[in-house]
């Protein structure tokens, strides 16, 4: 059994200074102590996958992270490990808890089929893991043995903790309540004919500072995007659904001077709705979260989603986003665009289908592209 101190302090010595999680009663000592440690950043996630999206977002700004959570929900972050991490060599520490262990202590009997194939399934994403160490002299070699994975793959490595594995520490810090804002959304006013999205994105890249950092959900939004002007300050992602506003929370929180622009889709979005609840607590200033809906999933076939019949912008004010817009037309989305980096800001945005058969994919690789957008962000300065 090690104390929670001794693991935080080994890894910050790595430079790990960036934790993100979702609770397990296993890991209870080391998210305690995350939280109240003044110089380490925290955050709680609604779910696994999110967890590593932020991870990954800090990562890509420079900022070594660490995700923790249970085994169950490994399943959960399949995704972004295996079309986010590996597609775009993020390499993020992944602590995930053994419940189920077999021939273990006596659990849940949710946990029991995780609990047998949870090192197998690592295995099947290709991820290499050791045990989370059970003492203090073990820590040290564990950590290097996964740090210098990381660095020579730019992959993930778990590490897998069993029962016990850290001493009890109680939370000191009492979350702060965040009230929602006072400000009152408008009515929607959306025209008949809505914008394309050619226009949408050529409305924000007329806003875009020179220092702005762009994060592009995966499907044509990210390839429009390119196809109307790449620049290194953009990253077009692919697989990994519905994770781009995580990965712009971490960026967010990472670089607090720089603008962060998510753009999104309904359909990504909805998919991991719970991720604005967090965004909405931690508040980023500096994020500006831009929601495009036309209510299908265009580069999959054209299926609808249901977001024709859901009040996406209110959804945003619920979830604690201190700035909510309709955005009817490109101006007013320009105009919107224009005003963020002050507050969290969510616009909310209709567009038309409809989309050029010849729609370019970047010439880039992927792994290409994120080692361009790190080396910008470099560049640029970090906030």
């Given amino acids: ?99 189920g262990r077999p021939g273990g202590e006596p659990d849940e009997p949710q946990h029991e089929l995780m609990g047998q194939i949870t090192a197998e399934l690592c295995e099947a994403m290709r991820l290499p893991w050791a045990f989370f160490p059970q003492s203090e002299g073990e820590t040290g070699a564990v950590l290097a043995r996964a740090l210098e994975h990381m660095g020579r793959t730019g992959l993930p490595f778990v590490l897998i903790m069993r029962a016990g594995a850290v001493a009890p520490h109680a939370l000191r810090t009492r979350q702060a309540r965040r009230p929602l804002s006072s400000e009152v959304l408008g009515p929607p006013s959306w025209p008949g004919e809505p914008q394309t999205r050619t226009a949408a994105l050529r409305a924000v890249q007329s806003q875009m500072r020179s220092t702005d950092a762009v994060i592009a959900t995966t499907g044509y939004t990210g390839r429009a995007l390119y196809a109307l002007d790449d620049r290194p300050g953009q990253l077009y992602m692919v697989g990994s659904m519905g994770c781009a506003a995580s990965l712009g929370l971490g960026l967010a929180l990472a670089e607090p001077r720089r603008r962060v622009i998510v753009l999104d889709g309904d359909g990504a979005a909805l998919m991991r709705l719970g991720a604005q609840a967090t965004l909405g607590y931690e508040r980023p200033a500096n994020l500006i979260h831009v929601l495009l809906d036309n209510e299908m999933h265009e580069s999959t076939g054209g299926q609808a989603t249901v977001s024709h019949s859901a009040d996406l912008a209110a959804v945003a004010h619920a979830c604690g986003y201190p700035r909510v817009r309709r955005a009817a037309s490109a101006e007013e989305l320009a105009r919107a665009v224009a005003e963020g980096g002050e507050q969290l800001t969510f616009v909310h945005v209709k567009t038309r289908p409809g989309e050029a058969g010849n729609l370019p994919r970047p010439r880039l690789k992927p792994r290409e592209i994120a080692d361009r957008f790190r080396a910008w962000l470099r560049e640029t300065g970090k906030g």
Avoid: H
Avoid at 23 to 45: F, H, R
Avoid at 68 to 94: D, E, K
């Fill in 1 to 99: 059994m090690i104390q929670a101190a001794d693991f935080v302090r080994q890894a910050g010595g790595l430079g790990f200074s960036f934790f993100a999680g979702v609770p397990c009663s296993y890991l209870k000592p080391l998210i305690n102590y995350t939280i109240d440690a003044p110089d380490l950043d925290y955050v709680g996630a609604t779910n696994e996958g999110d967890a590593v999206a932020t991870a990954s977002g800090a990562e890509l700004a420079g900022r070594r992270a660490v995700v923790m959570f249970q085994n169950s929900g490994l399943g959960n972050a399949v995704s972004p490990l295996t079309s986010l991490n590996a597609i775009f060599r993020i390499p993020v520490l992944v602590v995930v808890t053994w419940r």
